[in-house]
């Protein structure tokens, strides 16, 4: 497992979205690509009901708060989406009236929230999820209707501010709960999911719209009680993410949707000890995932990747001495770089650290909240090079839960690595290389408080270097004639360490 790497991460100040004094009980944001605008829903008691209510942030600057939901009942379980640019949001909510549940919606354009709208008339309705098109033209949406067995999978579409009727993704006596959903960008293919009930446990299905019509729902997981199913569409099909309960222990497991169908399901937490809180996104035809997992008497929060060709080496991104979890990710356009946030226990209080991914290490991480306002349940929406983003939590004032945010930046690269904590590593020594016919082996002797070592080969006159992390202490790379110049640098829970580097030249053969 490696460890991050020096800590790369700048904040703003940090500021309140919702209203002083008003008590935020659940609460669900967007963004748009660059992350210039976003928009933050959140539910709060007025006295009489519990409303649904929402900001949006234009060019550094948050806007008047809007109540969506009506007077006339208790809204819940809100959520909302954004297309590309910004301008356009879509938010969805439960409205409980009496003993009815009915799904409710709001279209965002220009600046301004639409027309209050209800989708379809289900009045057992909970547990909404959206998505959007890049456009902002389309939405989907899909809930949970009925009680006890009869409970189903409904989904219904959204064009241009107005909903069809909506369908069944499952049938009804099949108790079908906890439904995830995620729409292509251009609106032509969708996948969801959810948990049903069979043989004694809810188990995970899931459902492909390609264009026309949902498949037959495939089951992707047998035999064993799951929770917290996620799923992610990628150019050639989708990815699944779920934990399993097999044995008294959870674990993580991941399967993938191609040519139509799904994998044989994959473990993908390291075994002997419980794993939490799963969360996916996906790129073009890579997936990246967090997760938190119990170690020595706390939680750690973890990592993994797939371009497309298979899970990478699970990664710690939080520090190994702070009991870390509910940690979410957010990946740039080519899934080449990231940001993750998750929640820090110190002692009673909470704080929110996070981290950046870059040229395939985790940064250390950075406290991104105060300590002693009980900070908690992050998120992070990261721009497309995932340089810059916008990162949300909930704060406390005394006994009331605030929604606070602020804006988390890349640093140069090569930061000094924390203050305190474990020690930052020391420099490499007796850097060498043999040179080959046709390659170039490095050696080095070992930095203290070093567990793997950031290599990076650049070639004179060339865009580019090649950079790869080891945990020995060579590593070999293929070359032609010409000049280059070989960095290492020693990375541990502490940081990254002063980097030595030394000049070669490979002659013409």
Do not use: C
């Not at 990710?329 to 981290?355: E, F, N, P, Q, Y």
């Not at 900070?375 to 916008?390: D, E, F, I, M, R």
């Amino acid at each position: 497992m490696a460890s991050p790497t020096a800590a790369a991460l700048s904040l703003d100040p940090e500021t309140t979205v919702s209203a002083p004094g008003q008590n935020v009980t659940s609460w669900e944001t967007a963004a748009s690509r660059d992350t210039s605008r976003a928009v933050a829903l959140w539910r709060r008691f007025d006295g009489s009901h519990e409303r649904i209510q929402a900001r949006n942030l234009e060019a550094g600057t948050w806007g008047p708060t809007a109540i969506l939901s009506p007077s006339t009942g208790d809204g819940g379980s809100p959520q909302v989406a954004m297309s590309a640019s910004g301008t356009t949001a879509v938010a969805v909510w439960k409205l409980e009236t009496g003993g009815t549940s009915i799904i409710q919606a709001r279209w965002f354009n220009n600046g301004s929230w639409g027309p209050l709208q209800q989708i379809g008339s289900d009045v057992a309705a909970a547990d909404p999820e959206v998505d959007i098109t890049d456009d902002g033209d389309t939405a989907l949406v899909v809930w949970r209707n009925g009680t006890g067995a009869d409970r189903v999978i409904r989904a219904a579409w959204g064009h241009h501010g107005a909903w069809d009727a909506p369908s069944g993704l499952t049938s009804a006596g099949t108790d079908s709960v906890t439904p995830d959903v995620d729409l292509s960008g251009d609106g032509s293919r969708a996948v969801a999911i959810w948990r049903r009930y069979a043989g004694g446990v809810y188990s995970v299905e899931a459902t492909e719209w390609a264009g026309s019509t949902w498949s037959p729902p495939q089951w992707l997981s047998a035999s064993a009680q799951t929770s917290s199913a996620e799923v992610g569409i990628t150019d050639t099909g989708a990815v699944a993410a779920w934990i399993e309960v097999r044995d008294g222990t959870y674990r993580v497991l991941s399967a993938r949707r191609s040519a139509g169908t799904w994998s044989q399901e994959n473990v993908l937490s390291p075994p002997g000890s419980n794993a939490y809180t799963p969360m996916l996104v996906t790129r073009g035809p890579a997936a990246s995932l967090v997760w938190s997992r119990d170690v020595g008497g706390i939680r750690i929060v973890e990592a993994s990747a797939d371009s497309g060709s298979g899970w990478s080496t699970v990664q710690l991104l939080s520090r190994p001495e702070e009991s870390s979890y509910d940690p979410h990710v957010s990946v740039s356009s080519d899934a080449a770089s990231a940001m993750a946030v998750w929640t820090v226990a110190t002692g009673l209080d909470r704080k929110v650290a996070g981290s950046r991914y870059a040229n395939g290490v985790w940064e250390a991480p950075a406290d991104i909240s105060s300590v002693g306002q009980l900070a908690g349940n992050p998120v992070v929406h990261a721009n497309s090079a995932a340089t810059s983003g916008v990162g949300f939590w909930r704060g406390r004032d005394g006994n009331v839960a605030l929604l606070r945010t602020t804006r988390v930046t890349d640093q140069a690269d090569g930061g000094t690595g924390p203050v305190t904590g474990p020690k930052r590593p020391a420099a490499v020594s007796r850097l060498r290389t043999h040179i080959t016919k046709s390659h170039v082996r490095v050696t080095w002797r070992s930095a203290a408080d070093a567990t793997s070592y950031r290599v990076v080969l650049k070639k004179r006159g060339k865009d580019g270097s090649r950079v790869r992390v080891v945990r020995t202490l060579s590593t070999k790379f293929a070359v032609t004639s010409g000049r280059f110049r070989v960095t290492v640098t020693g990375l541990g829970s502490g940081g990254r360490g002063p980097a030595v580097s030394k000049s070669f030249r490979v002659p013409r053969r």
